[in-house]
């Protein structure tokens, strides 16, 4: 992918899911690259949430698969993020079942599941990954370099010293705690204007 291609798909992460499902049916190859950056995070995070981590990346792919041949009978785009954890802990549920697998399936009491590929994806994980994807939308909403300061402040570990974060933003060691205020009360307004 050209650097102008994958500039193009990350603008577009921020157009609505209606937008960007019906760029991709029309076959446009940089909104479906948008399509997938916008929602990685929300994909792999099931598995890891699983402890499913080696096959993370696997259930990434099948998910992406089951995506691809289904967007055309997605009838609502906006259900698309409970599509994806729906399809996404189906996928997670198929890789446990397989013979050689060890770890077995367990609720919050650690009492083992039944597994069975329709299962609905449990009500509480369900509630905690819309949270989290409605956090990383919210982000995603935020000026560039509120993005970049909120990434490297509260996603990176282990968490790095103000001075190197200012040296890489280009930014005043002293000014950081007064742009991470200021980034953070815009995530807040945007997080309470999505129902957060």
Known sequence: MSVG???????????SDERLVSACLKGD???WSALIAKYKNLIYSIPIR????EEAADIFQSVCL????????????????????????????????????????????GEDLPIASDEPIPEQLLAELEKEQMLRDAIAQLPERCQRLVHKLFY????????EIARELELATGSIGFIRGRCLQKLKKQLLKMGF
């Open 50 to 53: 699983m402890g499913m981590y």
């Open 29 to 31: 190859a940089e909104a």
């Open 66 to 109: 089951e995506l691809l041949s289904g967007l055309s009978q997605l009838r609502e785009p906006r259900a698309l993020p409970k599509w994806l954890m729906q399809a996404c802990y189906h996928v997670c549920l198929q890789q446990r079942r397989e013979p050689n697998r060890e770890v077995p399936l367990t609720n919050e009491t």
């Open 156 to 163: 990176e570990s282990p968490p790095r010293p103000y001075e």
């Open 5 to 15: 291609v994958k500039l193009k798909a990350v603008l577009q992460t921020d157009w």
